[in-house]
């Protein structure tokens, strides 16, 4: 009896001491992370919208007449001033008119004068009774209608003059050639569809973009102002970002906002001018616009040190006992994908856990190891 309760103390004693193994095994030493101290800054942030260039005069040269296309006398490309030869249009009609229409200018200025001759010949006879004045009111009036016959001829000329001209095609401004559909003996229409080409004037270019509602008052809250046009007047200087990721070394400024809002898509259309000195910028170019934004005691984090849990976005930061707690935050999105800029949860000296997102367990002990914000922060 006694052999079996030694036999039990026994077995109990192994089963505690492999328990409290176990138990030690699953204890872990407390795990390092990085954390920064958060802190009020004064940042400057840029938003950034899909654009279009437009230059200040896209002006589509179109035929008035119907003809072949005889002589092309630029290259796309170029650049050509205002008056410079652009086309020459072949109508041998036009031409034949002119001369048909200044001989008949010609006949009707004899017709005249020989109205005018008879006049002066019907009057002594009228005064002297030889003949009837009625005779004098009939010279009269063929001379009127010939005068008025005169008139016509001079403006069915000046029409025909007018056809013949538009058989040469200048440039109405200083700008530079865009593509040239048509090539040489090509038969043109007045009412085509495609121009001849597009000559734009790109001293200056637009650029031309879309900002949504939402985020449009974001905007004006950092603007002042007392109506909306003065707001606009006040936004800084923007950036133009070109196609190959290099920034335009001009400055522009926010000229226009639609008057209304756009039904289908909910945005204001924009309008952004820069000065083109090198005509390095051409209509039709897809850019970027950048427009900053100043903030005051703005609190960043980066987009990684959140996350996500239903409808609530976390931050997690670390207590005075080492414990790590989960925040709710409100934030609005830093354009890049990087950063948030915190507008409810943290404050200043708060410390910010900046890796092991989704690893670390709310309430974990752990180590905090301090690290300079601006080695995360990096705008």
């Given at each position: 009896?006694?052999?079996?309760?030694?036999?039990?103390?026994?077995?109990?004693?192994?089963?505690l001491?492999?328990?409290?193994?176990?138990?030690?095994?699953?204890?872990?030493?407390?795990?390092?992370?990085?954390?920064i101290?958060?802190?009020?800054?004064?940042?400057?942030?840029?938003?950034?919208?899909?654009?279009?260039?437009?230059?200040?005069?896209?002006?589509?040269?179109?035929?008035?007449?119907?003809?072949?296309i005889?002589?092309?006398?630029?290259?796309?490309?170029?650049?050509?001033?205002?008056?410079?030869?652009?086309?020459?249009?072949?109508?041998?009609?036009?031409?034949?008119?002119?001369?048909?229409?200044?001989?008949?200018?010609?006949?009707?200025?004899?017709?005249?004068?020989?109205?005018?001759i008879?006049i002066?010949?019907?009057?002594?006879?009228?005064?002297?009774?030889?003949?009837s004045?009625?005779?004098l009111?009939?010279?009269?009036?063929?001379?009127?209608?010939?005068?008025?016959?005169?008139e016509?001829?001079?403006?069915?000329?000046?029409?025909?003059?007018?056809?013949?001209?538009?058989?040469?095609?200048?440039?109405?401004?200083?700008?530079?050639?865009?593509?040239?559909?048509?090539?040489?003996g090509?038969?043109?229409?007045?009412?085509?569809?495609?121009?001849?080409?597009?000559?734009?004037?790109?001293?200056?270019?637009?650029?031309?973009?879309?900002?949504?509602?939402?985020?449009?008052?974001?905007m004006?809250?950092?603007?002042?102002?007392?109506?909306?046009?003065?707001k606009?007047?006040?936004?800084?200087?923007?950036?133009?970002?070109?196609?190959?990721?290099?920034?335009?070394?001009?400055?522009?400024?926010?000229e226009?906002?639609?008057?209304?809002?756009n039904?289908?898509?909910?945005?204001?259309?924009?309008?952004?001018?820069?000065?083109?000195?090198?005509?390095?910028?051409?209509?039709?170019?897809?850019?970027v616009?950048?427009?900053?934004?100043?903030?005051?005691?703005?609190?960043?984090?980066?987009?990684?040190a959140?996350?996500?849990?239903?409808?609530?976005?976390?931050?997690?930061?670390?207590?005075?006992?080492?414990?790590?707690?989960?925040?709710?935050?409100?934030?609005?999105?830093?354009?890049?994908?990087?950063?948030?800029?915190?507008?409810?949860?943290?404050?200043?000296?708060?410390?910010?856990?900046?890796?092991?997102?989704?690893?670390?367990?709310?309430?974990?002990?752990?180590?905090?190891?301090?690290?300079?914000?601006?080695?995360?922060?990096?705008?």
């Amino acid at each position: 009896m006694i052999t079996n309760k030694l036999a039990i103390i026994g077995i109990a004693a192994v089963t505690l001491t492999a328990c409290k193994g176990k138990e030690e095994a699953f204890q872990r030493p407390t795990q390092p992370y990085n954390v920064i101290e958060l802190q009020k800054q004064e940042v400057e942030l840029y938003s950034e919208y899909p654009a279009t260039l437009q230059g200040v005069e896209d002006i589509e040269i179109r035929p008035m007449i119907n003809g072949y296309i005889d002589k092309i006398y630029v290259e796309e490309g170029q650049e050509v001033k205002k008056g410079d030869l652009l086309f020459q249009i072949s109508n041998p009609q036009f031409a034949q008119d002119v001369s048909m229409y200044a001989a008949r200018v010609e006949s009707a200025k004899t017709a005249l004068e020989a109205a005018r001759i008879q006049i002066e010949k019907t009057k002594p006879l009228v005064e002297q009774g030889i003949i009837s004045s009625y005779e004098l009111t009939n010279v009269n009036l063929n001379y009127d209608m010939r005068k008025a016959e005169l008139e016509q001829a001079k403006a069915t000329y000046a029409n025909a003059q007018t056809n013949l001209g538009y058989t040469v095609i200048k440039s109405p401004v200083d700008g530079v050639v865009g593509k040239l559909p048509y090539k040489l003996g090509s038969y043109v229409y007045s009412n085509t569809v495609q121009p001849l080409t597009i000559v734009s004037n790109i001293s200056k270019v637009f650029a031309y973009f879309s900002i949504n509602e939402k985020q449009q008052l974001k905007m004006f809250e950092t603007i002042e102002g007392k109506t909306f046009q003065e707001k606009i007047n006040k936004i800084p200087p923007v950036t133009l970002v070109l196609s190959n990721g290099e920034t335009y070394n001009q400055m522009g400024k926010v000229e226009t906002f639609s008057g209304l809002i756009n039904n289908q898509t909910g945005s204001f259309n924009v309008k952004a001018g820069f000065v083109n000195p090198d005509k390095m910028l051409r209509s039709g170019s897809s850019t970027v616009i950048r427009i900053p934004t100043h903030l005051k005691d703005a609190i960043i984090v980066p987009q990684k040190a959140t996350s996500e849990l239903q409808d609530k976005r976390l931050a997690y930061i670390v207590g005075k006992d080492e414990t790590v707690t989960g925040v709710p935050i409100q934030v609005v999105e830093v354009p890049g994908g990087k950063y948030f800029v915190v507008t409810e949860g943290l404050k200043s000296n708060d410390k910010l856990i900046v890796e092991g997102i989704g690893i670390v367990a709310e309430g974990t002990k752990i180590k905090p190891n301090l690290i300079p914000a601006d080695s995360v922060l990096k705008f």
